[in-house]
């Protein structure tokens, strides 16, 4: 079945360092890609999604390419800010299926 | 206002109790979900139901119930509840295609 790993976290950086999140998955035929925020208390939002393979997907400064060959989709950002401090979920979609598939989530705190 | 509601936000309450988790919509989706998030679990799907005639389990959804009482309303019930039933739940609403799902503030339910 589908499934999505995603590295673990606390990831603890310094504000305006470089942010990566790694994601992979698996899946059958060519599902859609997403990566969704938790700010504390808050429930999930939609950060940005790409539907097939080699799109690029970007919102906020956070970017994440589909890479079928390596099956991947890694969240970037150039600088964070302390406002970035959530917790990331990458998810996946596949066309008539039930559900989004999670990922465990991956903690980000970003220190002044 | 927000497109998902959920009530309540928190509730405590006893093993053995019988709890209703109430979702409201407003985006005029047909399709909503139940998910429970645990730590380092990412977000599990309970139950789903792509219009009012149409409900389906997800995969953890013994000790679940739920009710479509119209296209914007889906509750969940924890028939009697149990302390491993402590989590934060969320609602969710998707569109036609099935991929983006928007979600409600979560409800943190705990159990003693």
């Known amino acids: 079945g589908d499934s999505v790993t995603q590295m673990e976290g606390p990831v603890t950086l310094s504000e305006e360092a470089f942010l990566t999140i790694n994601c992979t998955y698996t899946?059958?035929?060519?599902?859609?890609l997403f990566w969704y925020v938790q700010y504390p208390g808050e429930g999930l939002q939609l950060l940005l999604k790409a539907t097939k393979a080699d799109d690029k997907g970007s919102n906020k400064g956070f970017e994440a390419t589909y890479r079928k060959e390596t099956t991947s989709f890694h969240l970037e950002k150039g600088s964070v800010q302390v406002s970035d401090s959530a917790v990331y979920f990458c998810a996946l979609g596949n066309t008539g299926r039930r559900a989004l598939t999670f990922g465990s989530g991956t903690r980000l705190q970003v220190q002044p | 206002d927000a497109d998902v509601t959920q009530t309540p936000r928190n509730r405590i309450t006893k093993t053995g109790k019988r709890i209703m988790l109430e979702c409201s919509q407003t985006k005029g989706h047909d399709r909503m979900y139940w998910y429970r998030q645990d730590p380092g679990l990412g977000l599990r799907l309970i139950y789903y139901?792509?219009?009012?005639?149409?409900?389906n389990k997800g995969e953890i959804s013994d000790g679940y119930s739920v009710s479509r009482q119209a296209q914007a309303k889906f509750s969940l019930s924890l028939e009697s509840a149990i302390p491993n039933q402590t989590a934060l739940y969320f609602c969710a609403t998707s569109d036609p295609g099935g991929d983006t799902q928007y979600f409600g503030p979560g409800t943190r339910l705990t159990v003693l």
């Open positions: 899946a059958t035929g060519y599902p859609s």
């Open positions: 139901s792509f219009d009012v005639k149409d409900i």
